[in-house]
């Protein structure tokens, strides 16, 4: 399909080999996005898990761990460089694909004024569960999810160009906005404490209001930018896997390198800069602009991995996609329990985080799997469509429910 693929094809892939279905049990699936969705659940855990178990000024500074070995040291490098902000965009990329298929598999069945109603019930439920889920752990992006996806809905129908362009143009607005809020809390008569808080100085407290919001704001930009850009790669084919390998690889190389050299290069500037409040939104600005790169390149590896990988490994990893919001609420179950109530937190490191991830990973490949071969979706998946629908749908693979 050569570049357009990625660009201004505007057609949408894999339609044709995705017809809707009137039984839930047999409920149409796109095993790229699946697998992608996956590898996205996987990869968000790496990060969300420094959080959990060394809270969030560790997660924005990677120095602020007390007196950390040359081993947690390189952890955390390649935390920022490989992992930090590139999962949750490709997290993104593929809710805002995924509202859209939503709607159109629904459209084609009940049609477009219907469709439209339901969808908006249902991101209001999605809505309930990041507001409980946020009661819990504060990093979380449900409710940011939900309050976007409004906007996706009214703009989904933009043309392909469009919404690549208008999720680039937002996406813009991150850096700049770094930048400007950087300036303005350098020029605040304030103790750098009082300004920066738990966003890189003391994890006991709490950040400006200016810092606060930006915090904020910046995590709606980024998730918005990428989800218009995420319904674009879904028409394009990109995501589907119907891409040339050609592509794919081509993708895999130059996208995954870009991300990773700008990421490092803010590492860099951080490292012989002694990680200064001064630095401390303006050095993630490389980061930010290298993170769609990665993304892309990400997208790209995982594809093309998808067709040689052994299928047993293939199948663990879509499963752990199939119950992607399961997966991921249970990953902050599993953290808040460990590193609340059964680890001592004066004997974490970024060690022991990462045996964590190893962990959940371990136990997500093997139940996500166990599961979906006796049930037709994850159990918080099956909830939400019933309450999405008003229906008690059937579960089993052994039952035909309805829909």
């Known amino acids: 399909m050569g570049v357009t693929c990625i660009l201004f094809?505007?057609?949408?892939?894999?339609?044709?080999?995705?017809?809707?279905?009137?039984?839930?049990?047999?409920?149409?699936?796109?095993?790229?996005?699946?697998?992608?969705?996956?590898a996205a659940v996987m990869g968000i855990l790496t990060m969300n898990a420094v959080s959990f178990g060394l809270g969030f000024t560790s997660y924005f500074n990677i120095s602020f761990d007390?007196?950390?070995?040359?081993?947690a040291r390189s952890i955390a490098i390649v935390g920022e460089v490989v992992a930090d902000q590139k999962f949750m965009a490709l997290f993104s990329?593929?809710?805002?694909?995924?509202?859209?298929?939503?709607?159109?598999?629904?459209?084609?069945?009940?049609?477009?004024?219907?469709?439209?109603?339901?969808?908006?019930?249902?991101n209001t439920l999605l809505l309930f569960m990041g507001i409980i889920h946020s009661a819990f752990w504060e990093g979380d992006v449900l409710l940011i999810y939900a309050v976007i996806a409004p906007v996706i809905l009214a703009l989904r129908n933009l043309s392909s160009a469009a919404l690549l362009l208008s999720g680039l143009s937002i996406l813009s607005l991150s850096p700049l906005s770094a930048w400007l809020v950087q300036q303005y809390a350098d020029s605040q008569p304030l103790a750098a404490a009082v300004v920066w808080g738990e966003y890189w100085v003391d994890s006991a407290i709490p950040v400006s209001d200016s810092v606060g919001l930006w915090i904020i704001g910046d995590a709606m930009v980024r998730a918005l930018g990428m989800m218009l850009i995420g319904i674009h790669l879904y028409r394009s084919g990109f995501l589907t896997g119907a891409c040339s390998k050609r592509l794919y690889v081509a993708v895999a190389v130059v996208g995954t390198a870009t991300g990773w050299i700008l990421a490092a290069s803010g590492v860099a500037w951080l490292t012989i800069d002694g990680f200064s409040t001064e630095l401390a939104l303006v050095a993630g600005i490389p980061n930010t602009l290298g993170t769609l790169p990665a993304a892309l390149g990400y997208i790209a590896i995982i594809t093309l991995l998808a067709q040689h990988v052994h299928q047993n490994w293939h199948d663990r990893i879509n499963a752990i996609g199939r119950m992607a919001l399961t997966n991921y609420l249970t990953q902050t179950a599993f953290g808040?329990?460990?590193?609340?109530?059964?680890?001592?937190?004066?004997?974490?490191?970024?060690?022991?985080?990462?045996?964590?991830?190893?962990?959940?990973?371990?136990?997500?490949?093997?139940?996500?799997?166990?599961?979906?071969?006796?049930?037709?979706?994850?159990?918080?998946?099956w909830l939400w469509r019933c309450a999405t629908h008003r229906q008690w749908l059937q579960l089993r693979r052994d039952e035909v429910g309805s829909l």
């Open 9 to 38: 094809n505007a057609t949408s892939a894999n339609r044709s080999t995705s017809p809707v279905s009137t039984k839930q049990s047999s409920s149409p699936r796109i095993h790229n996005v699946d697998t992608l969705r996956g």
């Open 66 to 71: 007390t007196a950390p070995s040359t081993v």
């Open 93 to 122: 990329i593929l809710f805002g694909a995924g509202i859209v298929l939503f709607c159109e598999r629904l459209s084609a069945r009940l049609g477009h004024t219907k469709a439209i109603r339901i969808s908006w019930w249902r």
């Open 336 to 381: 808040l329990i460990m590193f609340n109530y059964v680890l001592d937190t004066e004997d974490v490191s970024r060690i022991t985080v990462v045996m964590f991830v190893l962990s959940v990973w371990i136990i997500q490949l093997w139940w996500s799997k166990r599961w979906l071969d006796q049930y037709t979706q994850g159990p918080l998946e």
